[in-house]
């Protein structure tokens, strides 16, 4: 729950500035975009000027071309440092990694976000666990912000709320998330559309990758371990970009009786990004954390200080090893 003087907090620092400039997370997913396009469309109603954006690599993955908005995103080199800054799905402000500077500079911060591990880290905190989606939070909380939905937002927060639950099937899922996308596809959102452009838009080569790195899978029985590779060479035969393979992990978690499921990603700079999913019982968050990442019980994240994918699959199977002869 968050409190009604944390909004007002919030609603003074936006309302006092005309300026202001809207962030989300390292590789920013449906929520993040949809949050940040969303919001910015409410706010730019609202009489703000908005710059949007996210740190770098800033590809906008194509599946999200068709959300309105788009005008309000910069790169971060684009920026013109103005008014206060307002964080987006980021637990903490390492999240924003180049734009933290931007955010220590600003007028004033707010942070909006549903992750457990949130730092609080802004001058107001409009931070609930219980919200499926940072998009959910935005949507609550609108009217004590300022800020109004109109049918081009609404298709934004929709599309952040959809993303975030899996198609409403996560835990995370609620009856306040159904309420939200309902009142939503009140005001004239179509689910279909939604659905055509982020999970009917892939490219032929994506399919063909996604066929080729689910036929690596590996099963590790003991450990209840279900995990893929996708290699830079892997990127390159296929002809894929990083900012398609968002749902690849999700290829994994179909698997019956799985725990946890990973997808090791090797970046252009050789480093692993690994992104982890788990049923309900066992909590990936905290593993995640541990290792220089974080996220939510059941979808975390972090790139490995291992060389190599090989090196940080061992890592994930001792840290998972341990935990579960920890907790016999
Ligand atoms: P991903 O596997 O990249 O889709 O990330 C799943 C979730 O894990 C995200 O929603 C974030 O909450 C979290 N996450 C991923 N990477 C990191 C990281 N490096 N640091 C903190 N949280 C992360
Ligand atoms: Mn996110
Ligand atoms: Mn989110």
């Known amino acids: 729950m968050i409190d009604e003087r944390e909004t007002a907090r919030a609603a003074q620092i936006i309302s006092g500035r005309r300026e202001l400039m809207i962030f989300g997370h390292h590789f920013p997913d449906g929520d993040a975009i949809g949050s940040i396009l969303g919001m910015g469309l409410m706010l730019e109603k609202a009489g703000h000027r908005v710059q ?12 999200y071309d068709f959300l309105p908005g788009r005008r309000l995103l910069r790169r ?77 937002s609404a298709l934004c927060l929709y599309t952040a709320i959809v993303t ?94 799985h725990r946890v499921a990973a997808l090791f990603k090797e970046l252009p700079d050789g480093k692993v990004r690994v992104s982890l999913r788990s049923r309900a019982d066992t909590d990936i968050g905290s593993l995640a954390r541990r290792l220089g990442g974080g996220g939510h019980r059941v979808a975390a994240g972090y790139t490995s200080s291992a060389s190599g994918v090989d090196a940080a699959v061992q890592e994930l199977r001792e840290e998972l090893g341990g935990r579960s002869a920890g907790a016999g």
């Open 164 to 257: 975030d639950t899996g198609r409403f099937q996560y835990s995370n899922t609620r009856a306040g998330t159904f309420e939200a996308a309902a009142e939503m596809v009140r005001m004239g959102v179509e689910p279909n559309l939604v659905f055509a452009n982020v999970f009917q838009n892939d490219s032929l080569a994506y399919l063909r990758l996604t066929g080729s790195i689910l036929s690596g899978a590996v099963y590790d029985d003991d450990l209840g371990l279900v995990y893929a590779a996708l290699r830079r060479e892997d990127m390159k035969r296929f002809g894929v970009a990083m900012n398609e393979t968002e749902d690849l992990v999700d290829g994994l978690r179909t698997l019956r009786a």
């Open 52 to 63: 949007a954006s996210w740190p770098e690599p800033f590809e906008p993955p194509e599946k």
């Open 76 to 152: 971060p080199s684009e920026l013109q440092q103005s008014g206060a800054v307002i964080a987006l799905d980021c637990a903490n402000a390492g999240r924003m990694e180049e734009l933290e500077q931007v955010a220590d500079l600003a007028e004033g911060l707010v942070n909006i976000d549903h992750h457990p591990d949130n730092s609080m880290f802004g001058d107001a905190n409009l931070v609930d666990h219980q919200c499926a989606a940072t998009a959910q939070i935005i949507y609550e909380h609108a009217t004590g912000l300022g800020i109004r939905l109109d049918l081009d």
